[in-house]
């Protein structure tokens, strides 16, 4: 299992981002799935958000033992 970290992009035009004014939005999730395409059906299936439905509103990437200390979401 990998675990793979998706977040609401930053730099979205304003008349096109899904994650402003900014509450009542889930912004980010930690899921732990065997690769992206099951994550990706995982975070549709408990987010009815749209910000989740559309692959260019958000970045996913795999998270590795490797990398800076600190807070992930």
Excluded: C
Excluded at 16 to 30: A, L, Y
Excluded at 43 to 63: C, H
């Amino acid at each position: 299992m990998k675990l793979w970290l998706f977040k609401g992009k930053e730099d979205l035009p304003e008349d096109d981002n899904p994650w402003q004014p900014g509450w009542d939005e889930d912004h980010g999730f930690v899921v732990r799935a065997e690769d992206e395409e099951i994550a990706t059906t995982y975070i549709r299936q408990e987010s009815a958000y749209y910000g989740w439905k559309y692959e260019k509103y958000y970045t996913v990437e795999e998270l590795l033992p490797a990398g800076d200390p600190g807070i992930i979401v």
